[in-house]
């Protein structure tokens, strides 16, 4: 069974610092791999992704995330971080086999809090 | 991508009642899921539902509890029943879209 696991619960960084969250996922094979944020009282958004190709992907608001199959990893990074950052990130990882056994997992969750 | 919509946005229920939350998507799409989020939680998948076909549930989900409707391609339901406080959540609909998943707003149940 497909699996993520975000080691940090909650980060506190200042802006202007730069960040990276960790994301580690179990999968039999190569992963479809998502970066989601959620704002207080938002929903979902969709800030990167993977699925073949180049290991190192960008997304919108400046995020990039690397995949590490050796680590089996996709940790995401930001240079410098904005108060506008704050919020909940999600890591996902979905099975590539399609059709009725597509399926996405979470993991739990970093909570990021950005110092002024 | 596709844009999705939700009703209610947010509700408060007295336990024991039903509520009804719709989803609607502005595109036709095979695979809708339907989502819980506890408070302070991760997202957990609660079933697939996909158009003429039974909702196919995840662990620890019954169809008694989360009936779920389908009636076309681009529009879904889920009831939650017999609703206690342990039901107050986040429940979000989403759509997949070539391996991408796309939300829903969500809707906001509190159940006094």
């Known amino acids: 069974a497909q699996s993520v696991t975000q080691p940090d619960i909650h980060i506190t960084v200042s802006e202007g610092a730069s960040l990276e969250l960790r994301c580690n996922y179990s999968?039999?094979?190569?992963?479809?791999l998502f970066w989601y944020v959620q704002s207080p009282g938002q929903g979902l958004q969709l800030l990167l992704k993977?699925?073949?190709?180049?290991?190192l992907v960008q997304g919108i608001k400046g995020f990039e995330a690397e995949f590490k199959r050796s680590q089996s990893s996709f940790n995401l990074r930001k240079p410098s971080v904005h108060w506008s950052d704050a919020a909940e990130y999600f890591c996902a990882v979905a099975g590539n086999s399609g059709g009725s056994n597509y399926k996405l997992t979470f993991g739990k969750g970093t909570l990021l809090t950005v110092n002024p | 991508s596709a844009v999705i919509s939700q009703k209610p946005s947010r509700d408060i229920c007295q336990r024991g009642t039903s509520l009804t939350i719709q989803c609607q998507v502005d595109s036709q799409v095979t695979m809708m899921f339907w989502y819980r989020q506890q408070p302070g939680q991760s997202l957990t998948l609660i079933a697939t539902?996909?158009?003429?076909?039974?909702?196919?549930?995840e662990s620890g989900f019954v169809i008694d509890k989360f009936p779920i409707s389908r009636p076309n391609l681009t529009f879904s339901t889920l009831t939650v029943s017999n609703m206690s406080p342990e039901d107050s959540s986040i429940y979000l609909c989403s759509v997949e879209a070539r391996y991408e998943q796309f939300f829903g707003p969500g809707t906001r149940l509190t159940v006094l």
């Open positions: 539902a996909n158009q003429g076909s039974e909702a196919t549930y």
């Open positions: 999968y039999g094979a190569t992963p479809y």
């Open positions: 993977y699925f073949s190709g180049d290991t």
